[in-house]
């Protein structure tokens, strides 16, 4: 009986990728990720959310240059080059998603930072910095792997080094679902859990297993090896790379973060559930513990978080408080124009190639022929 589905495409002789590449998918999908993009980059300017989805119209073009690329190849099958520039691109896109989940929650601990288990930051730099070695790893293990003219302990540890980034990536997302569940369900307890943010926070839940379904794929594909089933048929790119990657980026076209969420980190819920303005959660350390101690360890352990706890403050209280801090920046700012100011250099006057002493010496005859008495020698003739 004939299967269903083969399980290999046929073998196109002096193909890089096994077989012959479809040449009408790649159009599609670089054309609907660009599209995306494009809307995303609208997005951004729309809802003032630059600092919540930054990478989201990032995202969408490396896909975008990831599948032309692809389609480049698919008209030169033996150009090993391109194989590699398309999966690098390709592949880079899904950990920048990720980055874009972990500034999302980030964002939602800002809005509700009592039920923050620990300072946002501390949340976003921790999953940041895995996911920029995720990336690293990937784009070093993916360049290997595909160059299929290296010899094979030199593809072997570009394999090795894709799939250890991928399984970081998938254990990572299953901590992250846990801890935004439980975020969640502390909001829900407390009844603060209002629409925007429930919407905010299952769209994030629905990125991060389309993520992961694509990382699970990756990892099996990678398992079998060149001559498995996956790697040796397309139609599994297409399914679980291509179009797991172009729901999720049109999913947060649709229900894009930056309509849920206020643009700035100072706006947050009272426990009330009332939206309020207050002095958000400020890190005043010098630069260099900023950079050093991006987390704020030496501050977990010291309690500084316990120390501006302002969603307990009144409502008068709190405004004063913002009031105080505003007028503080308009006089640091005003301050800042006035010291400008002053150290620029005074623009000169005095007309170009005229001397001092000339200019005096016409000001001193000026000042005589206006005294009484001054007459010209033709006057006294």
Known sequence: MNELVPRKDPYAPGSVYWY???????????????????????????????KITPFLPWAAILMTAGFAVREAGAHDDSNVGLLIASIVLIMSGPPVYAAINYIVFCRCLYYVPYMSPIHPVRVLVTFLGIDSLIEILIGNGASRMANTSAPPHFRQVGEDLTKSALIIQAVFFIVFIVIGLRFQHACRKKNILNKNLNTVLYVMYASCLLITARCIYRIVEFFQGYTGEIYDT??????????????NTVMLNIWHPGRYLPAGTRTFLGVDGVERVGPGWEDTRPVLLKIFDACDIVGLFMG???????WEWEPAELEAYVARQKAEKEEKKRQRKEMFSRSRPKKDTQ??????GTKDANYEGADQSKQPGAHSAQEMV
Do not use: C
Request: glycine content about 4%.
């Open 351 to 356: 007309p170009s190639g005229i001397s001092e």
């Open 304 to 310: 500084h978080d316990n120390k501006n706890r302002y």
């Open 20 to 50: 012959a590449p479809n040449k009408a998918a790649p159009i599609a999908f670089t054309v609907l990720f660009f599209l995306s993009g494009v809307v995303h980059f609208y997005q951004n300017f729309r809802y003032k959310s630059w």
């Open 234 to 247: 397309e139609w599994y790119f297409w399914v679980f790379e291509a179009t797991l990657m172009f729901i």
